[in-house]
């Protein structure tokens, strides 16, 4: 008989996917774990319960979440829904306005901040800008543009004929090309501005100059505006090296125009001179239709089948230098925008099973994407949206099912962990603010805004003080009928169901929390079991279990018998409410009995107490036959 002892000291790889329990191999199987739920990973490589959530504020639907951060004190949340935009500052609505976008636009929104202006876009919607010029002062308006780009998207035969080169003038051209949708709209004919005044006919239409004509003979030079109700607006935006970024239109999907270098709105080609706007597309073997622009090291450009790299330093007409470097894909139904983790670019691959880290190599001078969610795969199942909490060095990733997988990246220390978050309901949108992060989570048929708060061990919750102990506590109307899980002065209460509102104690209390409960689940891979000549061996018995942890307060966990529940109560009280102490140290578990299954976990933690737990680290002594 053979006795092993092995200690797990990190969980460094997360959850891995039901493929990889045959790959005890890999490096990852040593610091992985079969299922992780509710849990974060440290960066140290510890487990600990995840934060509750707390209850700001109900919705009224679907609704997409911004962030904007007007300086390093004033940072606000903006939540876009069906036809109307709320504005949160700490916590609270600070603002709310009508707004031009429906639901149906909301997965396609794309945005940029400049200063206190936040830019909005979407193919199907004139482009917004949302201003804010005080705490409670916010309006939405339409871009001011000095020059709309232009393009040629009639054949190359059709001719333009001018009958005046100055004042009010009739444009005649040789095929249909005016609509009705072109009135208000800037062209160019032979180089010069004109704008439309009126349509007369497919073939006529009134215009003003601008700029004079050269001549009134019929002219092929002559372009319409790119970015206009009849072409489309503008899909994806974003700010690099002081230019205005617009990354392709509903009829130009594969270009890209760059705005006059520190004239955002200005996008005149002129003579080409360094200064001037930057019009072009992307031609390869494949369809690139853009969707996402995204300023980093590069401007980077994010397609439907793969990422372009575009340089020059600086972005000038003459040394603008577009390279095409991965053929991943982005999604193409929603607009996911990729965020920035220590430099490198995060984004959804087009399939929606992968989550790419598109890096830049000094070595090789090329951007690679690594698939971060290799390993856990089956936890990133279409995702719709993704924030990066910087402070913890969290990406949440919310999926259309609602579920939400949240990956601790740390590069130094080699941790690329995914776990897996449930709560009762749906995560729709995120976003995070200085810190803290955001979500609009779906109940019962109703949208509410949330956010993880390390002080909160509950979901949807609110807490309450009281100078005396009291033992009713209104407030929660928005859990009304439902089951809550109550701490009262630190301590587990027993479920209660809300009525009117209120909760009532059985014994008063001045600090009370109440919400949702939600279950945590650590389960270890199958041992690595293999005899001298290297095959799998079996029955094996687990002797015992010894688990190192950091201020936990409540500790459960199944060594083949069910679940044991260890106390951590004080030992100078006799009351059994009393709140249980924090433990930090050694739990060691004894265990009985063989096991033929390999495959089941030798142990299993799982708890749904309002308490606080973190796992550093689990050695196991086992023996098993020969």
């Not at 100059?209 to 974003?238: F, K, Y």
């Not at 890209?256 to 709105?265: A, K, V």
């Not at 005899?531 to 079996?538: E, K, N, V, Y």
Request: glycine share 8%.
């Amino acid at each position: 008989m053979t006795q092993l002892r092995t200690l797990k000291s990190s969980f460094a790889a997360g959850e891995l996917a039901p493929e990889l329990l045959g790959r005890a191999d890999l490096r990852a199987y040593a610091n992985g774990a079969r299922r992780l739920r509710n849990v974060f990973i440290q960066p140290t490589g510890g487990i600990t319960r995840r934060p509750g959530l707390r209850h700001l504020a109900m919705l009224p639907g679907p609704t997409r979440l911004i962030p904007f951060e007007f300086n390093t004190e004033q940072t606000y949340l903006l939540a876009l829904s069906h036809q109307r935009l709320q504005v949160f500052l700490a916590d609270a609505l600070a603002a709310e306005l009508p707004a031009p976008w429906s639901e149906e636009m909301l997965p396609q929104l794309a945005y940029t901040q400049s200063a206190d202006t936040l830019l909005i876009a979407h193919p199907d919607l004139a482009p917004l800008a949302i201003t804010r010029s005080g705490h409670t002062s916010w309006t939405i308006g339409g871009w001011n543009w000095s020059e709309v780009p232009t393009h040629r998207f009639a054949p190359p035969e059709v001719t333009l004929t001018p009958s005046a080169t100055t004042g009010t003038i009739t444009l005649t051209a040789s095929a249909p090309v005016f609509e009705e949708g072109h009135v208000g709209a800037r062209w160019r004919v032979a180089g010069k501005r004109v704008d439309i005044a009126a349509r007369l006919s497919p073939t006529q239409a009134i215009a003003q100059v601008l700029d004079p004509l050269p001549s009134t003979e019929p002219t092929r030079d002559w372009e319409e505006g790119a970015i206009s109700s009849v072409r489309g607006w503008p899909v994806s935006i974003c700010f690099h090296q002081d230019r205005l970024v617009i990354g392709g239109t509903r009829d130009l999907p594969n270009r890209l125009f760059l705005s006059r270098s520190g004239d955002l709105f200005n996008f005149d080609t002129g003579q080409g001179l360094d200064d001037e706007a930057i019009s072009f597309g992307l031609v390869s073997d494949q369809v690139n239709a853009i969707r996402a622009v995204f300023s980093g090291r590069h401007l980077q450009v994010f397609t439907s089948g793969g990422e372009w790299m575009v340089s020059g330093d600086p972005l000038t007409p003459a040394s603008i230098q577009l390279t095409r470097q991965t053929r991943v894909g982005s999604p193409v139904k929603r607009m996911i925008q990729p965020v920035d983790v220590d430099g490198s670019t995060i984004f959804v691959a087009r399939h929606g099973r992968a989550v790419h880290e598109f890096a830049y190599t000094d070595v090789q001078q090329i951007y690679q994407a690594h698939d971060l969610a290799m390993l856990a795969s089956h936890l990133v199942r279409e995702p719709v949206a993704m924030a990066y909490d910087q402070r913890a060095r969290l990406l949440h990733v919310a999926m259309e099912d609602g579920s939400l997988a949240t990956l601790t990246l740390f590069r130094a220390e080699q941790v690329t962990a995914w776990t897996a978050q449930h709560t009762e309901g749906a995560f729709r949108s995120l976003a995070e603010l200085d810190g803290t992060v955001y979500a609009v989570v779906e109940r019962w048929g109703t949208h509410r805004l949330e956010r993880f708060d390390p002080a909160l061990y509950l979901d949807a919750a609110l807490e309450g003080e009281a100078a005396a102990p009291q033992d009713e506590w209104s407030g929660l109307e928005h859990l009304e009928g439902r089951m809550v899980g109550i701490l009262a002065d630190g301590a587990p209460q027993q479920d209660q169901r809300v009525a009117e509102g209120r909760i009532r104690l059985p014994e008063g209390a001045r600090r009370v929390q109440a919400g949702l409960r939600f279950t945590h689940v650590i389960e270890p891979l199958p041992p690595e079991l293999l005899t001298g000549i290297g095959t799998r061996a079996a029955p094996i018995r687990l002797v015992s279990a010894t688990f190192r942890l950091l201020e936990t307060a409540d500790f459960a966990v199944d060594l083949g018998r069910g679940p044991e529940q260890v106390p951590f109560r004080r030992l100078d009280t006799a009351l059994l409410d009393a709140p249980p102490i924090r433990f930090s140290g050694d739990v060691r578990l004894r265990a009985l009995g063989w096991r033929r299954d390999a495959m089941q976990p030798l142990w299993r933690i799982e708890g749904h107490a309002p308490l606080p737990m973190t796992l550093l680290s689990v050695t196991t002594e086992m023996r098993m036959t020969d």
